[in-house]
């Protein structure tokens, strides 16, 4: 049984930082390919950014890139997003989620497993 759990959301001033970990448990939870989506109130899941299961490979989206750094941890199943520069428009719930094997990274359909999420507010 997959499991994904988010934590390390808050309250953030403009500019401040903040770094989100996933937890993921399962039999091969070290082999999983994960993302990062958000949604604010009223919207869809937005891609955030990926990785593949042994960290060679990093995807993000282009409001995020220079911003945020995804990375994993030494055990593998524990995948860390580290949010700088935040901004307002970053407000929003973040899901780890966990990617389907030739899926697009970016598309939130592709992703067959996610977490309960973790808020995060950004204030102006």
């Known amino acids: 049984q997959v499991q994904l759990v988010e934590s390390g959301g808050g309250l953030v001033q403009a500019g401040g930082s903040l770094r989100l970990s996933c937890a993921a448990s399962?039999?091969?939870?070290?082999?999983?390919?994960l993302g990062w989506f958000r949604q604010a109130p009223g919207k869809e899941h937005e891609f955030v950014a990926a990785?593949?299961?042994?960290?060679?490979?990093?995807y993000y989206a282009d409001d995020v890139k220079g911003r945020f750094t995804i990375s994993r941890g030494n055990a593998k199943n524990t995948v860390y997003l580290q949010m700088n520069s935040l901004k307002p428009e970053d407000t929003a719930v973040y899901y780890c989620?966990?990617?389907?094997?030739?899926?697009?990274?970016?598309?939130?359909?592709?992703?067959?497993?996610w977490g309960q999420g973790t808020q995060v507010t950004v204030s102006s």
């Open positions: 399962g039999r091969t939870s070290s082999n999983y390919d």
């Open positions: 989620a966990r990617h389907i094997f030739g899926g697009n990274w970016n598309e939130a359909r592709d992703y067959n497993y």
């Open positions: 990785i593949d299961w042994n960290g060679s490979n990093t």
